[in-house]
Every structure is written in structure tokens, then in C-alpha cells.
């Protein structure tokens, strides 16, 4: 049998940033099911570790490595670390969500602080972590490596979701993401010939116990009628990590059901 295979990740070194979060900890627990070695990327060693244990108590593969994307001699430590135990990292993904302590100001409250701050922690954190990982993958001319980005890097919001909240979509959001979307495919030509697949996915409104007037509005804007739940945005990105999706690159995956459709 040839297709069970391509689904497999079976001697895979798998790192995800932000691995412990919401959507991270699901990818994690993906990958490892299909047989990779993850690495739990992770700011913060409690919840990673946690999480280790969750994972390996199941029978399944998982390390912690502590890394802090805003901070270049962190991401080079890690990777560093990570190759001296393992020999290699076959796939990469960006997943943290690292910002301001007062995210999520509205449009005509920004001062360029916040928004230089915030472009630089999350839009430049994953530029530093695809630098890094993509030359350790380029000695090997082989590996994958996945940005996540959001619908709201791809279609303006509708703030009519936000009326009765508090809630907002803060403009750093998109302009970061937005940026994240383009520079995967920049990526995706740029080591093409290294044999290193590079794509985005992009989540639509993953559910959180957000305000219940949100995620009623929200839901009515969907064709499938709901917000995601975290593995529903985990089993495309484990897809994209396997050789089934080998000739898949520079791409931008919309998981929003159906939202971008209309």
C-alpha cells in the first residue's frame, strides 16, 4: 500500500511554536499521532510541560523546547539545541501568538508604540523563526514548513460580528498577518529548490467561549453555520506536514467554513 504511507510522519521531527495554545497544543497532539517526534516550542515551560506529558502519556512522541520567537538568540538557541538532539527538524511550524500586554485597541486609539511593538513580536518572530529553521532544513534539502496565518491576513472584517461586545479586530492583526500570508509565498519560491515546501493556512473564528452575542453573529456569517474547533484546524495543517501533500507549495489554506466562499 503506497497512499497510507504518504500520510505517515513516522521519524518526522516536527517543532511547533506556541505548541501549548489553543490551536498549537491540537497540532501537536496531530502529529504525534501520526507518528512524528513534536517538539512543543513553548514560552511557557508549565503549560508545555503539561502538555509533554499529556502526549507521551498516550504512547506518543514529545519534547519541550523553551523559546521565545521575539528574541533572536532564543530562536537560535533552540534550533541549535534541537538539531544537536535530534539531527535534524523536518517540520516547522509557526504558530505563536506572541503580543502586547494592552492588545486590542481599536483603529483611532493605536499610537505607532503599540503597533511597532506588535509587528515586531509576531510579523518579524516568524520571519526570525523561518530564517532559522529553513537554513537547518536547506543542509538537508528536505523539509516543510507552515506559517499560520487567519482569514483577517486575506479578507477585511466584518465588525458587525463585534456590535454588543467588547470585542474588536485590532488593525495590527491584519497587517501582520496579511504580511505572513505573502512573505509564505515569497518563501515557497525562494527554497523551491532545496526541496523545502513552504505553505500558510489561515484559520477562520476558532471557538473559545467567546462572548455569546459574537459567536451567534459570527456563526450566521459562516456557510457551515459554526466557529472551528481547534482540531478541525490541526487535521489540514497535519495534512500539509506529509509527503500526501508533496507537491503542495506556496499556498494560502483557508479553514474558515466556507466564509471566503461567499
Request: glycine fraction near 8%.
Amino acid at each position: 500500500m503506497i497512499f497510507p504511507e504518504k500520510f505517515s510522519l513516522h521519524d518526522k521531527v516536527a517543532v511547533v511554536t506556541g505548541g501549548a495554545g489553543l490551536i498549537g497544543s491540537e497540532i501537536c497532539r496531530a502529529l504525534s499521532e501520526a507518528g512524528a517526534t513534536v517538539v512543543i516550542a513553548e514560552n511557557d515551560k508549565a503549560r508545555g510541560t503539561a502538555l509533554k506529558d499529556k502526549i507521551t502519556g498516550a504512547g506518543f512522541k514529545a519534547e519541550l523546547a523553551e523559546i521565545d520567537i521575539t528574541s533572536d538568540e532564543s530562536v537560535s538557541n533552540a534550533v541549535a539545541e534541537i538539531v544537536k538532539k535530534f539531527g535534524k527538524i523536518d517540520v516547522w511550524i509557526n504558530n505563536a501568538y506572541p503580543r502586547t500586554k494592552d492588545w486590542g485597541k481599536k483603529f483611532e486609539d493605536i499610537d505607532m508604540d503599540y503597533m511597532r511593538k506588535n509587528v515586531d513580536m509576531h510579523m518579524n518572530g516568524y520571519f526570525l523563526c523561518c530564517q532559522k529553521a529553513l537554513e537547518e532544513m536547506k543542509k538537508r534539502q528536505s523539509g516543510v514548513l507552515i506559517n499560520i496565518g487567519s482569514h483577517y491576513g486575506v479578507l477585511g472584517p466584518n465588525f458587525s460580528v463585534y456590535e454588543g461586545t467588547a470585542m474588536t479586530m485590532t488593525a495590527p492583526y491584519s497587517l501582520i498577518k496579511g504580511g505572513i500570508v505573502n512573505f509564505s509565498r515569497y518563501l515557497a519560491t525562494y527554497y523551491a529548490k532545496h526541496n523545502i515546501r513552504v505553505n500558510a493556512v489561515c484559520p477562520g473564528g476558532v471557538f473559545d467561549n467567546q462572548n455569546p452575542v459574537f459567536v451567534e453573529k459570527y456563526n450566521k456569517l459562516v456557510p457551515l453555520n459554526k466557529m472551528a474547533s481547534p482540531d478541525q484546524i490541526a487535521a489540514p495543517i497535519l495534512f500539509l506536514c506529509t509527503d500526501a501533500a508533496s507537491y503542495i507549495t506556496g499556498q494560502v489554506l483557508m479553514v474558515d467554513g466556507g466564509l471566503s466562499a461567499w
